[in-house]
């Protein structure tokens, strides 16, 4: 019973340590689109992720958020969990990223998360459907938002590897 205990409350201690904002901005009633993370590679502890993971400065829950919190105590095995958010219908500013998601501390303190991230100015059109999509590579690393067409709309974020 107190093992119990001790799990709900540390449960609740940590779960106060994350605060994400809504991607909606408090009161916005006006039209709306939609933005979806996704992933690629997935090889049972490690997937390939491209996200949003803020929305005008303010941090939003994004997928490898989600991953890590779902999967908990799984060890190696991994199951991304993706999000999908509506945003305001308005030009913002939008960070996208893109990383090689590990299923352990471990893989992730020693692994290359190939990480792209970037500020992208952003118009949603009307009950649109985007997806954040990209490439990660050792030679360099890019991240987009891309329309239900899987036609490219923003800018392309990129990262080339530093050079020793």
């Known amino acids: 019973m107190k093992n119990l205990l001790l799990c709900v409350l540390l449960g609740a201690f940590l ?3 994350v605060s994400f904002k809504s991607a909606i901005p408090p009161g916005y009633t006006g039209d709306r689109a939609t933005i979806s993370d996704t992933f690629s590679d997935h ?3 490690t997937a390939h992720f491209y996200v949003v993971n803020k929305v005008n400065g303010l941090d939003i829950e994004d997928s490898g958020y989600k991953t890590r919190v779902v999967n908990y ?3 190696f ?3 991304p969990t993706m999000v999908s958010r509506e945003i305001a219908a308005v030009e913002q500013n939008i960070t996208i990223a ?3 998601q590990f299923a352990t501390d471990g893989q992730a303190m ?3 998360s190939m990480l792209v991230s970037g500020d992208i100015k952003f118009t949603p059109n009307v009950n649109e459907t985007y ?3 990209g490439k990660l590579n050792k030679k360099g690393s890019e991240v987009w938002l891309e329309n239900s067409k ?3 709309v923003s800018e392309i974020v990129k990262v080339s590897p530093k050079k020793s």
């Open 15 to 17: 779960s106060g340590c």
């Open 43 to 45: 090889e049972g502890s």
């Open 73 to 75: 105590g799984r060890g």
């Open 77 to 79: 095995n991994m199951t």
């Open 98 to 100: 893109g990383f090689v």
């Open 110 to 112: 020693f692994g290359d």
């Open 131 to 133: 997806k954040v999509n």
């Open 150 to 152: 899987g036609e490219i």
